[in-house]
C-alpha cells in the first residue's frame, strides 16, 4: 500500500460563512495504480488532491504514506504550468532540486535527464514564454520527475491544451509510468474528462455534489493499448458518466 486516505474531511470557515467540500474520504492507492478522480464540478476534487499533496491540511483525518504520517517525494502537475518565466527550461527543473541539496553538476544532470525523457531535447536554454503550451507542460512534467517521485499528482494537466497535443502527451505519460526505470510508483489525476479518465486510469473514484464524498471506486478492466472507439472503451465512459449526479 502506497498511500491511505483515511476518514479526510475539509470545512472552510469565515465568521459569515461556512462550506463543507469533503466528506469523510477513505481510499487507497497502491503500487503501479493511476488513479483518477472525477466529480461534478465544486466537488472538492483538487481540494482532495491539495490535502494528499500537503499543500492544505484536512480539517479531520489523515494522509498515510506506507503506514506513516510522513509525507515521502510527492510531485505535483498543475493546470497553469506554474514555470518562472525569467528562468530556463534547465533552470526551472533545476530550482525544484536545490531543496534536495544536490550539487550543482548532479542538478544539471538530473534536469538533462528529464528534458530528454520528455522529448524537450535542444531546449534546455529556451525561456517559457518562448515555448507553445505544450512544451510548457512538458517542462512541468519534467520538473515534478526530477525529485523522483513515488506519487505524481496532477491537477487538470491537459485541459489547456489543444486536442492533438493534449493526446500525445497522455500517451507519453503512460509511457513514463509503464517504465519500471521510471517514477512514479502510481499517479492520482484530477479530471472533468470522463473520456480521459477513462483512457488513463486503471482505477477511477467519483465524487458526489459538494460536499464531496466517494460514491463508486471502478476498476477500469480494459486492455492497453486502449482503443477509444472499441465500444466496450464507451461502455466504460457511459458507466462513469451514469454515476456523476
Known sequence: MLVEIRNVSK?????ATKIQVLDSINFSVEDNDFVCIVGPSGCGKSTLLR???????????????????SNPKVAMVFQNFALFPWLSVKENIEL????LHQQEKEREAIACKY??????????????????????????FARALAVEPVLLCMDEPFSSLDALTAQNLKDELLLLWGDPNMPPDAVIMVTHNV???????????????????????????????????DPEFYRWVDKVYSLIV
Open 115 to 140: 528534458i530528454k525523457a520528455v522529448g524537450l531535447d535542444g531546449f534546455e536554454r529556451a525561456y517559457p514564454g518562448e515555448l507553445s503550451g505544450g512544451m510548457k507542460q512538458r517542462v512541468g
Open 51 to 69: 490535502i494528499i499533496v500537503g499543500l492544505e491540511k484536512p480539517t479531520s483525518g489523515e494522509v498515510i504514506f506506507k503506514g506513516k504520517n
Open 11 to 15: 470545512t472552510y470557515e469565515s465568521e
Open 96 to 99: 525544484v532540486l536545490e531543496s
Open 195 to 229: 473520456e480521459e479518465a477513462v483512457y488513463l486510469a486503471n482505477r477511477i473514484i467519483i465524487l458526489s455534489q459538494r460536499p464531496g464524498k466517494i460514491i463508486a471506486d471502478l476498476r477500469i478492466e480494459l486492455e492497453r493499448p486502449r482503443n477509444r472507439k
